[in-house]
C-alpha cells in the first residue's frame, strides 16, 4: 500500500477540536496503542456515536482494513460520511476512493472526482495525483496537459511513488534517462514494486530505454487505467 495514511495521522492535525476531554477517544487511543484493536474499536464507536470526527474517520479506516473487526465496507462508508461534514481533506479523499471503487456505494467516478478536487492542495499528495491525472487525461475535467503534468509533478516531490513513475515516463519520452531513473529510484526507495520492475528492465535492455519500458506497461494500460493509479488497499 503506497498511499501514507495512519490510521490517527488526523489526532496532529486536529485533536484539540474534536478529542479534548473525550474519555472513550483517549481510551480508544490507547488501546490501539497496545494492539486491542478489538477494545479499540468499542471506544471509538462510542466517541463517534456522539459526533467526534476523529474517531469516526479512525472507524472508516478500521472497517475498511478489519482492524479489530470484520472488514465492512458498508460501515467504512457510513462513518466516512458522517466524518466528510468537517470537510478535511483526508476524509475527503477516503471517501472519493469509496466512491471510486464502490466500497460500501455504488461506484460513481464523477462523484470520486468531485471529492478529489475538494482534497486537493491540502496535503494529500494523493488527491494532487488523482486530479492531475483528471486533468491530464481528461477523465471528468475538460483536458489541460500542462495543468494535470503540474499537479502530478507536485504530488511526486511530496514522495507519492506512482506519480513518481508518471514523471519519470514522461522523462524517458523526452530521453532524459538520467532524470527518469531518478524518479524510478525515488519511488523504489518507498518499496514500489513497479519501479523496481521498471528500472530492472532499463538495466536489462540499457540501449533502448523507452522500448523496455513500454514493454512493461503493454497490455495493462497502466498510465491511462484510473484504477492502476491506486491499490484496492488504500
Not at 98 to 110: I, N, Q, S, V, Y
Not at 132 to 155: P, R, T
Request: hydrophobic share 40%.
Amino acid at each position: 500500500m503506497y498511499i501514507r495514511i495512519f490510521i490517527f495521522i488526523l489526532i496532529s492535525i486536529f485533536s484539540n477540536v474534536y478529542a479534548a476531554d473525550d474519555n472513550d477517544f483517549s481510551a480508544g487511543y490507547a488501546e490501539h496503542e497496545k494492539g486491542n484493536n478489538d477494545l479499540a474499536l468499542a471506544h471509538f464507536l462510542k466517541s463517534a456515536e456522539n459526533g467526534n470526527i476523529l474517531a469516526q474517520n479512525n472507524l472508516g479506516w478500521m472497517y475498511l482494513h478489519g482492524l479489530g473487526t470484520d472488514i465492512d465496507f458498508n460501515k467504512s462508508f457510513y462513518w466516512y460520511q458522517k466524518a466528510s461534514v468537517s470537510n478535511e481533506p483526508l476524509i475527503l479523499y477516503m471517501l472519493g476512493q469509496a466512491h471510486l471503487f464502490g466500497r460500501g456505494t455504488t461506484k460513481d467516478k464523477a462523484k470520486a472526482f468531485q471529492l478529489y478536487h475538494r482534497a486537493q492542495g491540502k496535503g494529500i499528495p494523493e488527491a494532487d495525483l488523482r486530479v492531475g491525472m483528471d486533468y491530464y487525461f481528461g477523465i471528468v475535467s475538460k483536458q489541460d496537459v500542462i495543468k494535470g503534468k503540474k499537479l502530478i509533478l507536485q504530488a511526486a516531490e511530496a514522495d507519492q511513488p506512482y506519480a513518481q513513475c508518471f514523471i519519470g515516463m514522461l522523462a524517458l519520452e523526452e530521453n532524459d534517462k538520467d532524470l527518469a531513473l531518478s524518479w524510478f529510484r525515488r519511488a523504489e526507495a518507498q518499496d514500489y514494486k513497479f519501479a523496481s520492475k521498471i528500472i530492472g528492465a532499463l538495466e536489462f535492455e540499457e540501449g533502448n530505454y523507452l522500448s523496455a519500458t513500454k514493454k512493461i506497461l503493454s497490455g495493462a494500460s497502466a498510465f491511462t487505467s484510473l484504477e492502476i493509479t491506486v491499490t484496492e488497499g488504500e
